[in-house]
């Protein structure tokens, strides 16, 4: 009880504090202490976590404060002539204190040992300035550093819904669809910094509404159907709009998206985020189909959907994105 009373009113309000003032400050050093500041309130908060290993805080506190000096190192350095590389340089170390992809092991153990409370932290409020952090480094970004940037969104996009396919457990599968959520977000803040605010405060709103509602009827596997008709009205809207189905926010916002990339950037980029849109579809309707849907009928539908050769499903996208792609390139040559 005193723990609790402790989070809601002292670690929690420092938190969100942190966050907020982030947004004011010019300096990308004291950027760079802030960060640091919310990483040590987190460290601190999870350590009373009863559920969590001590093995995975030190892990996460070895993983950030290496990055966190990483960061600083390259930040003091005169780097005038590697300056390109050294910008990819520190939009990987931010990667790994985001834990994306190909350094997502800690994140997603960190989840899964995590209460709720903490798993909504570390998806919404941690996320913040490491964020913010690479809006300032993306002023710098040349054509081959964003070709890598679109790339290593693109891998993690496609791996977060991959693995999250098959999960029954509820942390995990929040854990991958907030690294899938990142790396829209990181897109899209290079197009327009307002509607990244925008997407970032619905994806949060959405996550912790959804993440309370596991918590207070302790649900952690999808087939735990122990909502009631209001409250699976409210998950279903939620996840229509993490879906990007109209005419819920998450769509209008991808609408905004697709058309900042038909702006300033070519076709292929749309084709393969519109792909991996129909992946996400097939990631969120498990959830839909497990938690929404009655018991009877939601048996019915299982069985119809464990016959989907999900190997070939992803062989056919796969081919039919190559295809696409292949005609495009095919009629720029034109």
Do not use: V
Not at 69 to 94: E, P, S, T, W
Not at 95 to 102: A, E, H, N
């Amino acid at each position: 009880m005193k723990l609790n009373f402790f989070m809601m009113y002292l670690i929690i309000p420092m938190l969100l504090l942190i966050m907020l003032l982030s947004i004011t400050l010019n300096s990308i050093f004291m950027l760079w202490f802030f960060m640091e500041m919310n990483m040590l309130m987190f460290l601190f908060l999870i350590m009373f976590d009863e559920f969590i290993l001590n093995e995975f805080i030190i892990k996460y506190f070895l993983i950030q404060s290496i990055c966190s000096l990483m960061l600083l190192y390259f930040m003091i350095m005169n780097f005038n002539l590697y300056k390109d590389m050294f910008m990819m340089i520190m939009i990987i170390f931010l990667f790994m204190k985001l834990g994306m992809f190909p350094f997502y092991k800690w994140y997603i153990q960190l989840m899964n040992y995590l209460n709720w409370m903490n798993c909504i932290i570390l998806s919404t409020i941690q996320k913040f300035i490491p964020l913010y952090f690479l809006i300032n480094l993306m002023i710098f970004l040349n054509l081959n550093n964003l070709n890598m940037l679109l790339l290593l969104l693109l891998l993690n996009l496609l791996f977060s819904l991959i693995n999250g396919l098959n999960l029954t457990y509820l942390k995990l599968l929040m854990g991958f669809s907030s690294m899938m959520q990142m790396s829209w977000m990181i897109l899209i803040m290079y197009f327009s910094n307002y509607i990244f605010y925008f997407y970032y405060l619905i994806y949060c709103l959405i996550s912790m509404m959804m993440m309370m509602m596991f918590n207070n009827f302790n649900m952690l596997y999808i087939y735990n159907n122990m909502l009631n008709f209001n409250m699976k009205f409210l998950l279903m809207m939620m996840l229509l709009s993490l879906m990007g189905l109209p005419p819920m926010m998450g769509f209008i916002l991808k609408l905004f998206f697709f058309y900042e990339i038909i702006m300033y950037m070519n076709l292929i980029i749309m084709l393969m985020y519109l792909m991996s849109s129909l992946l996400a579809l097939i990631f969120y309707m498990r959830i839909f189909i497990y938690m929404i849907i009655e018991y009877n009928l939601m048996l019915k539908l299982i069985f119809k959907f464990n016959k989907i050769n999900f190997n070939k499903l992803f062989m056919y996208m796969w081919m039919l994105m190559f295809l696409m792609l292949l005609m495009l390139e095919l009629f720029m040559l034109i």
